[in-house]
């Protein structure tokens, strides 16, 4: 069974950090891109960070050189280092696999709110 949960997120002023982690099943972790999205109200659902099971990342413009995403391959955990937060950062966020045709179902996703 495939499982995703998500938690770290919060309510924190502009320029806060925050640290987001999804523990994931080995069905999903292990050998797979991981990655993290994010849904802000109204609108749909956005990749913002790739990991690859050795370590490549990459990262959607908006968020480049302020998030920094990172994976446990022992714990089949995967991190989202979120510095220098904005307003229009305020979503729920999601960890699942990496590549379209990977992702499962989804977990419940953790809010992160940034007041400016």
């Known amino acids: 069974q495939v499982q995703l949960v998500e938690s770290g997120g919060g309510l924190v002023q502009a320029g806060g950090s925050l640290t987001l982690s999804c523990v994931a099943s080995a069905t999903i972790f292990r050998l797979n891109t991981m990655g993290w999205y994010r849904q802000a109200p109204g609108k749909q659902r956005e990749l913002v960070a790739t990991i690859t099971s050795g370590g490549n990342s990459n990262y959607a413009d908006s968020v480049k050189g302020r998030f920094t995403i990172s994976r446990d391959n022992v714990k089949n955990i995967v991190f989202l280092q979120v510095n220098n937060l904005k307003p229009e950062d305020t979503a729920v966020y999601y960890c699942?696999?990496?590549?379209?045709?990977?992702?499962?179902?989804w977990g419940q996703g953790t809010q992160v709110t940034v007041s400016s």
């Open positions: 699942n696999a990496g590549v379209a045709s990977r992702i499962q179902s």
